[in-house]
T-cell receptor, first 112, second 113 residues
Framework: DQQVKQNSPSLSVQEGRISILNCDYT??????FLWYKKYPAEGPTFLISISSIKDKNEDGRFTVFLNKSAKHLSLHIVPSQPGDSAVYFC???????????FGTGTQLKVEL | DTAVSQTPKYLVTQMGNDKSIKCEQN?????MYWYKQDSKKFLKIMFS???????INETVPNRFSPKSPDKAHLNLHINSLELGDSAVYFC????????????FGPGTRLLVL
């Protein structure tokens, strides 16, 4: 019973272009969403978040969009850089705000 | 200085053995967590502790016993290891409960033979 789904296991993008990573969730009551980034042999690191009262949050090259009616969020990276190559996890804060529930991740590869 | 550290980094052991993984954070955080990333790369919470008190136990088999001797440490002891316990185990910490920004350790890669 996956509450958070990332349907694309991998994505390949050319350097300088836009990367769009997608995430769907099942529960309309979820109210805080996050993206984490993970390099091989390292733990995930927090990237950006958004509250359900917003539909967009921007931080430098990273923008997260939230579509509550579709129960969908996306992460845009522009311009994409080779150092962005990593696994990106979408997550929601659940359990009364006490735990993170993660999606299965999308492996992003930014090619030169 | 590493914010969240775990030892060992790699652990290879036989079925039936008992093993421990240690976690320490030097961030002054009150809340610590254990996550398991299985072979399908699915990252799932196992436990969380706040000020040494167990907050979340996600229906983990009781062969897994977390222990928090103080706020800076959360260790994971696993009894009677099974093949299905092979995974990467991540420790994490945050300032407090309902904190979206969690800081993760580098992971412990456990292989049960």
């Amino acid at each position: 019973d996956q509450q958070v789904k990332q349907n694309s296991p991998s994505l390949s993008v050319q350097e300088g272009r836009i990367s769009i990573l997608n995430c769907d969730y099942t529960n309309s009551m979820f109210d805080y969403f996050l993206w984490y980034k993970k390099y091989p042999a390292e733990g995930p690191t927090f990237l950006i978040s958004i509250s359900s009262i917003k539909d967009k949050n921007e931080d430098g090259r990273f923008t997260v969009f939230l579509n509550k009616s579709a129960k969908h969020l996306s992460l845009h990276i522009v311009p994409s850089q080779p150092g962005d190559s990593a696994v990106y996890f979408c997550a929601v804060l659940t359990g009364g705000g006490n735990k993170l529930t993660f999606g299965t991740g999308t492996q992003l590869k930014v090619e030169l | 200085d590493t914010a969240v550290s775990q030892t060992p980094k790699y652990l290879v052991t036989q079925m039936g053995n008992d093993k421990s993984i240690k976690c320490e954070q030097n961030l002054g955080h009150d809340t610590m967590y254990w996550y398991k990333q299985d072979s399908k790369k699915f990252l799932k919470i196992m436990f969380s502790y706040n000020n040494k008190e167990l907050i979340i136990n996600e229906t983990v088999p009781n062969r897994f016993s977390p222990k928090s001797p103080d706020k800076a440490h959360l260790n994971l002891h696993i009894n009677s290891l099974e093949l299905g316990d092979s995974a990467v185990y991540f420790c994490a910490s945050s300032h407090g409960l309902a904190e979206e920004t969690q800081y993760f350790g580098p992971g412990t890669r456990l292989l049960v033979l």
